[in-house]
Every structure is written in C-alpha cells, then in structure tokens.
C-alpha cells in the first residue's frame, strides 16, 4: 500500500547522529561529556532526534493548510504514550544510525533508552488506545491534534508491601520532558463558578468567580517514516497571576500563593480520588479545563484560516474519547452563542455537525452523571445550555418523557455525549451491539442512523515491529521489506508458513528467546526466578473484578491442589504471570491482588512445584513492562464476563505476537476468533446472552461451589486462611462475595475454565501443533492494526481522506 509513498524522514547516519548528540549534550543540556550522566546522554539523543521530526512536523503542517484538510481534534483525558525515544527512532528508521552514534559515545544503547521515564498519562485501554491512534493518525495521514492534560504527576507508582498493593506519586516531569516545545504564547482563560447574566439574544454574559490559565505543550507524534506528523498538545493549568502581592507583603505567604495552589492543582495528578465532594469538583474542573481549552485553540485555528464558526464541521471532527470530555457539547454552544453571536439552534446544529462521541464501556459507574448542583455552581452557564439542549431534544424527538440528560438531579453525560454527537460508536462489534440494546436503546431508536462499530486496533510499530525484534527481523525477511510494519495485512502471507516446519522453527526460536529474556528481567528486577522453557501464561491489565483475576488465580489454586494430589499427572509446566493495579479506593481489587501474592507465595515456596507451576506479580505494570512481557507470552488470558470488557486490546497484542488465547466470548475476542479459527484460540464459558440468562433465573453462585469440589476445595481453603499463614478472615470479604453474589460470576464460569485450560495443557504438549496455531495467530492480525481502525474513522465518522 505504502511502497510508492515518499519518506520525509531526513536520512542520517551514524557519524552525523553522534555529532548532533554531542551537540545537543553541550549546547541544549550544558553538560560536558566528561561529567554526562546516563540521563544527559538519553536527552541529548532525544533532542538530536526531535531535530529530525521536526522538518517533517512543519512539512505535514503546511500540506495540510495547502491542501485545505479537515482535521481532526481527539480530545481525551488520558494518552498512555510510555516512552517515546525508541518509538521515533524506529518510525524514521533511525534505530541503526543510533546505535552506532550512542555506542561511539560509549554509553549502553538499551540502557540509555531504559532511562527514559514511562509516561503514565493514562490509567488503561481508553489511554493507550488514544496513544495507538496518534501513532496511526500521523502514519496514515490524518491532519490530526491530540488534546489532553499535561498531569505533573501520572499514574501512581504501584509497590507491594507484604503483598498489599501499596501507592506512590509517579514523577515523570522530574527530569525534563525533552520531547515537548513549550508553546507559552499559547494560553487560554478559563472559568470556573461566578454569575451569568442575560446578554442579547440567546446569550449570555458568564462572569467566572475563578479563572486559570491553560497553557499548551507540545508533542510532535511522527508517523511511519515520518510521511506525516501530528501534534499531541497538552495543557498545563497555571495561575493568572503567579501570587498576590499584598498577602505577600503582609508576611501572608500561604494566602499570597493560594492563586497558583488553586491553577496548579488541576493539572497535578490523573485521576483525583473522587470519593469526596473536593475530588468530584476537581474532576469536573479538569474535565471542563482540558476540553474548554481545546475548543478555544480549535476556533482560533479556524478563524485563522479566515473560516466562519459556521462552517466549522465541514472543517474540522472533534473526537470525545469516552464521556469525560463530554462537556465539549455545551462548551461549544456557549462559545458560538456568547462569544460568536450565533443563535442556539444554530450553535447546537454546529456543535453536533462537528462532535463525535467513542463509548468504551456500558460499566454504570463509567458513564459519568455529575449531580445538577455542582454543575450549577462550578459551571452556571454550561447548566442553562445543558437544560436547553435537554429541552430541545425532548420536544424534536416528541418524546418528553424518554430519555432525559438531566434527570433526578443528575446531568448523564453519557446521554448529553449521545446527543451533542454527529456518530457515536463502540469500539468493537459486540460491544456496539450492547450499546444498542442496553444503555443507549432509547437514543439508539430515536437516531438509529447515530451509533457505528469501529472495532479498537493497537499499531504494529510500537506493538510488534518495537518490541519484538526478533519477529521483526523475521517478518522483515519473510515478507520483503518493513513495510507491513504500516501495512499489517501483509501478514496474512504467513498462514501458509504454519505448515512449513522450518519457518514454524524459526518462530519458535524468537519465542524462546525473548521468554530467556523475560525470565532474565524478572529475576533481576522483580527476584523471581522462573524457567523459561515453561509456558508463560500471562494476564496483565487493571485490576477489576469483572475482568476476572479471581478466577485465574483460584484455577492457578487448583491447578496447585491437582499436582499436589496426584505428582504423576500430566499437566504443561507454566509459570502464570500476573501485571496491574487496583484503583486506590477500590478495596476489593486490593484484596484481589493480595490473594494472588498469597497464592504465589505459597506456590513458589512449595518444593514440589519446581518446574511444574510458578507464580509471578511484578510490581509497577506499565507500558514498558507490557513490552517485555507481550513478546514473551505463550497464553493471553482474556477471560472477562461475557458482555463486559468492551473491546480489549492486551488482546490483540497478544496474539499478534504469537501467543494462543484463553477467552470468553467477549468484547474483541469474538472477532479475534472469527480472524485466527476457532480452532486456534480457547474459547470458554458462558455467552454475554447466557451470563443475563443466568442472573434472571436468580443466580446462586454456591450450586456451582457445590458442584466443582475443585472450586470447592479453592474457596475453602481461603476461608481456611491456607494461603494467609492461617489468617481465615483476610479473605474474607472475597469469599462471602464468591458464595452469596458473585455479580461477575466467576463462580458459573469456573469448570468451564478450569477444563479449557486442560485442554491448553494437551495441546502444549504438542509443540509443533502449538506452534502451528501460534503462527497462525499472528498471521490472522492484519485487521488489529489501528491503522485498520483509523480509516474506518475517518471514512464513517470523520469524512476525511487519510493523506497517505
Ligand atoms: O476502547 C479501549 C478500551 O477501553 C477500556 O479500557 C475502558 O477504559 N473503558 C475498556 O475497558 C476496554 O475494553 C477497551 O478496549
């Protein structure tokens, strides 16, 4: 597809690129190469190379005014970009130039890009899907901006104590951000609080009572080659004015800084805890923050280009990924109205010509409602447009007593997003399917023409082509060229290969080779020793209970009972291997991942589970650690309940690079098995249909304990406090749940489970056959590339033509 399309990406070898490293050390970092630490090398590689994004940067910039593109605006609260250093290096196929340039320096080339923080911008899928996305964006060439919030601190850093999962501030700003361009002429008020008064026409005058400055920072996101680059711009909230003089003078210092305590909070961390009143505001205020400042930067360019406001849907898509920016809706009426003098129906008219809304989970507690006082008090004038635009709908829809967006003194953002949108959709065929008939059965019947499918994609750049070099070499070689790295389909040419032993062999080899690096990086980091010839069967995402950690660790419990019961049986050696965190104020995740440090005490302690069964939890799962794991999985567990895990994407990466699943018929897995063969995946347990069945026949998890005696002995066991060094209760509120509710039904799912990886056990034990499907696996990928997923957006949602 790319092979005629023109690299922009400036060619440098390694003499020129160890020449601007030595440059940017002395000249952009001020150190000396005597005195450079490892850090000061990392950023002076970075800078050298963000030289080179830079002219293709402004060449996509000035075509896409040239040519007059629509762009696009993804506006979203988190973008879980991890590190960026070896992703740009290899998008403009630098990563030999900089090997040599680093080691002429003589500095570490895997240890030097290992320093670079991991920015946890975002908390799972939903952030790291929108990373995806920048990456395909800029590869396919979509004129596109990525808005979101430069947090001072990201994701909190995830330690265990004894066990318990225990939080620390992550820091990722400490050391300079080497990749941004502070753009200080770019600031925007915004207002939060104060009065409004009647202006002319349908507008209105807002007097904010609090005002914060956002100011932009800029990422440049190169795609493939550098054919097209976009902008990620984050904002960063700062004071009006830095402190107020007279406190000051007073000898009032807290007083004198409450301006920029008030600013700076907002952009300080992802994911205030929002138990409390104080949280929930500051949530809100983000939320409105972030998006407030995209619209005014968004207009700005529109009217720059000597565009009317009028016209900005033929102009520009703005993409709300998930509710949270769903204030846009609102925020942008206001804007034409008060500030641009249209009227309201026409600003509605604009807003939602020009809006599109992503629903990544039909989760209740994820589709965001804000109680209708505090939206009057921390935004006055969004309330009178929300509660017009409510109106507005009622009456066009003749449906006054359906759906509503404020409600029981609740504004639904999810409803409000639903209907401020042009397109909404879901993010794989099941789960739009859901959105139909659940929570947006109403809407959906009212605007049947409003909700696509677009199934989530992950990039093959950063997701195979970055972290599997081994696979990359053999792709590179097999298929001709690094061109499948923007053109997954390309790998369907290997499905023929299965059968061919000598190439089932080779992607074996790399397999084997990057699980002897895992095992390596595990006991080095992380003390666990576990042996690499074993399978690795691997689970890593957020901890929550629908996605079913609990039902891993008690089969991986009985698995442990079963060998101990009976050392002769048969049953493939595996090292199960868990990664992620609970949300802090969410108890029973936390309990969660102490049961499955409990069970992996016990187990790893047990002599007689050398070489059979080995438990791993490294602390601290992130972007990072998804790399080495991934490439390193034999077995991705995806086993969520049937009608909850929307999409996924773990999943997707999994076995693109070579790893079998072990699923539900949930989210994307349907469609993984339709593309990979029923044959070649494991498919387990209940339905979404079956799993509603279940619970409206008065589902009563303990017949399910009483008929598997290995679940049974599991959750007696636990009460038992055989896990926990005799300590019966710290279980207990686990155990009560499995038995009495069991809402995720972990309990009707188990046999099922338990017996399908029975069946994983036999076919490893037919290493070629494992192989065969392996290949088979990632052949069946090309559809996940988000690649894939961005044409389909731009095609049915966004009525842009991707430049390259
Ligand atoms: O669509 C991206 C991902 O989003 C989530 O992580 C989310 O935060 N709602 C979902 O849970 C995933 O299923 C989905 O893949």
Redo the contacts with the bound molecule.
Sequence with gaps: MHDGATDTAKQIDGEALRVAMAHSLRYAIGKDPVTATLSDWRLALTRAVRDLVVDPWFAATRRAYAEKRKRVYYLSMEFLIGRLLEDAIHNLGLEAAAREAVAAHGVDYAALVDDEPDAALGN???GR?AACFLDSMSTVGVAAHGYGIRYEHGLFRQRFDQGWQGEEPEDWLRQRHAWEFERSEVAYPIGFGGEVSPGEGDGALWTPSDTVLAAAYDTPIPGWRGRWTNTLRLWDAQPVREFDLEPFNRGDYMAAAAPSVFAETISRVLYPDDTTPQGKELRLKQEYFFTAASLADILRRHRAMGLEPRSLAAHAAIQLN?THPAIAGPELVRLLVDDHGLDFDEAFDVASATLNYTN??LMPE?LERWSTDLMGHALPRHMQIIERIDTRHARETKRPDSVRIVDNGEVRMGDLAFISAHRVNG?SALHTDLMKQTVFAELHALHPEKIVNQT?GVTPRRWLYGCNAGMRRLLTETLGSEEWAADLDRIAALAPLAEDAAFRERFQAIKTDNKRACAAWLEREHGVSVDPTAMFDIQIKRIHEYKRQLMNALETAALYNAIKADPSAEFAPRVKIFGGKAAPGYAMAKLIIKLINDIAATINADPAMKGRLAVAYPANYNVSMAEILIPAADLSEQISTAGK?????GNMKFAMNGALTVGTLD?ANVEIRDAVGEENIFIFGQTAAEVLATRANGYAPQSFIDADPRLAQVVEQIEAGFFSGGDGERFRAVTENLRGHDWFQVCADFTSYYDRQRVVDDAWAKPEEWTRKAVLNAAGMGVFSSDRTIRGYAAEVWGVTPAC
């Design positions: 799972g899928g939903l899907l998930d990544h989970t994820a993010v989530n895990e929307a999409s996924g994407t989210g």
